[in-house]
């Protein structure tokens, strides 16, 4: 049994791929915890190509853009919690911030005892997937524990 299972979801129906699969999980009670995790990335909210891009005496509160952005996530994550809580699964939802999405989630599994990823990957290969890079893939490579991979091919009715 998986006592801790970690979720990653962007807002995405690709994402959102991962919940059947731990719906049976839980349903087989092979599953404990579910951990839905929405991670806010601190990037700048505009293209910056340079100092001509600023105005003297321009700022931005970007404070205020991560909160408003953490108010989403949170309201995104309630109405994926409720319908898995419908279900009688126990779930825990999280939204932090980091840069890097795939460094987020494993360092989040490693600090929080998690014993599954089970996150959906958009099944690119070859020079797709080396020129796109892959959250998946990084993820995969680099997690303490074992990671479920959900194509989107199992997604389709």
Same mark, same amino acid.
């Given at each position: 049994?998986?006592?801790k299972?970690l979720?990653?979801?962007?807002g995405s129906? $690709?994402a959102?791929?991962?919940?059947p699969?731990?719906k049976?999980?839980a /349903?087989?009670?092979? !599953?404990?915890? #579910? =951990?839905?995790?929405?991670?806010?990335?601190?990037r700048?909210p505009?293209?910056?190509?340079?100092a001509?891009?600023?105005?003297?005496g321009q700022s931005?509160?970007?404070e205020?853009?991560?909160?408003?952005e953490?108010?989403?996530?949170?309201?995104?994550?309630?109405?994926?919690?409720?319908? $898995?809580?419908a279900e009688?699964i126990?779930?825990?939802t999280?939204?932090? /911030?980091?840069?890097? !999405?795939?460094e #987020? =989630?494993?360092?989040?599994?490693?600090?929080?005892?998690?014993?599954?990823i089970?996150?959906?990957?958009?099944?690119?290969?070859?020079?797709?997937?080396?020129?796109?890079?892959?959250?998946?893939?990084?993820v995969?490579?680099e997690?303490p524990?074992p990671?479920?991979l959900?194509?989107?091919?199992s997604?389709?009715?």
């Amino acid at each position: 049994m998986y006592r801790k299972v970690l979720i990653p979801l962007d807002g995405s129906e $690709l994402a959102e791929c991962a919940l059947p699969h731990i719906k049976s999980l839980a /349903k087989e009670g092979c !599953a404990g915890e #579910v =951990i839905l995790l929405r991670i806010i990335e601190t990037r700048l909210p505009f293209a910056y190509t340079g100092a001509d891009d600023f105005e003297i005496g321009q700022s931005y509160d970007f404070e205020a853009l991560w909160d408003d952005e953490l108010a989403r996530s949170q309201k995104y994550l309630a109405g994926v919690h409720g319908q $898995l809580k419908a279900e009688g699964i126990v779930i825990r939802t999280e939204a932090v /911030k980091g840069l890097k !999405a795939a460094e #987020v =989630i494993v360092d989040y599994a490693r600090k929080n005892g998690i014993d599954l990823i089970i996150m959906s990957t958009h099944g690119y290969t070859g020079m797709k997937k080396l020129m796109l890079g892959s959250v998946a893939f990084r993820v995969l490579h680099e997690s303490p524990v074992p990671v479920l991979l959900i194509r989107p091919e199992s997604c389709r009715s």
